[in-house]
């Protein structure tokens, strides 16, 4: 079975600052993993996907994400954190077989301070 | 190009009651999905589809029925409503592609009282 762990509910930085949200994966084979971002009310937002092709992905807004299959884990960074990324993240497994369902983490809440 | 789009926004239902969370989308995507996400949650599956007239359960599917007749529609439809079922209801969609991205709506907000 698919699954993932966030292994923070939430994460505050100050603004300028990096960002690290960590996310570890379990699979049975070789998943696709995405990030997913909320903003407040409204709906999901890709940030970047992994599908077997670079282990570095660069999202949108300054993001990117390494797939690391020997610690399973697939965390997001960003170099410098904005007011405006402050929201919920979510590190998502797909399925295998036909209907690309997805099993979605927890999520991570970061805020971002001056 | 509106993607995809739910309706209502926000509803109250008092217990027993029944709707229909309507689900449209110009993307002209075979997948379709409806999930639920409660406080502190990631997003459950609750129904999804692979094409017109083909439905199938997720994790999440008692209490809420389905139907695809369409390929643009794909409504959920909750027929005795419970107070567990207050969450905030989202449909996706997604191209006939293996490990492709999902497209979410905005969302609806269901309060059961």
């Known amino acids: 079975a698919q699954s993932v762990t966030q292994l923070d509910s939430h994460v505050s930085v100050s603004e300028g600052t990096p960002v690290l949200l960590r996310c570890n994966y379990s699979?049975?084979?070789?998943?696709?993993l995405f990030w997913y971002v909320q903003h407040p009310n409204k709906g999901l937002q890709l940030l970047l996907k992994?599908?077997?092709?670079?282990?570095l992905v660069k999202g949108i807004n300054g993001f990117e994400a390494e797939f690391k299959k020997s610690e399973t884990s697939f965390h997001l960074t960003k170099p410098s954190a904005h007011m405006s990324d402050a929201a919920e993240y979510f590190c998502v497994v797909s399925h295998p077989g036909g209907g690309n369902k997805l099993t979605f983490g927890t999520g991570t809440q970061l805020k971002v301070e001056l | 190009n509106a993607g995809v789009t739910q309706t209502p926004k926000f509803r109250i239902l008092k217990i027993g009651q029944s709707m229909t969370l309507q689900c449209t989308q110009d993307?002209?995507?075979?997948?379709m999905y409806w999930y639920r996400q409660d406080p502190g949650m990631g997003l459950k599956l609750i129904y999804y589809?692979?094409?017109?007239?083909?439905?199938d359960k997720g994790e999440v599917p008692n209490g809420y029925n389905v139907s695809r007749s369409t390929t643009e529609d794909f409504p959920l439809r909750l027929e005795l409503a419970a107070p567990s079922q207050t969450s905030v209801y989202f449909c996706a969609t997604s191209p006939t592609v293996a490990r492709e991205t999902q497209y979410f709506g905005p969302g609806t907000r269901l309060l059961v009282l």
């Open positions: 589809s692979v094409g017109a007239g083909i439905t």
């Open positions: 993307m002209n995507h075979n997948y």
């Open positions: 699979s049975s084979y070789s998943p696709s």
């Open positions: 992994y599908t077997s092709a670079a282990t």
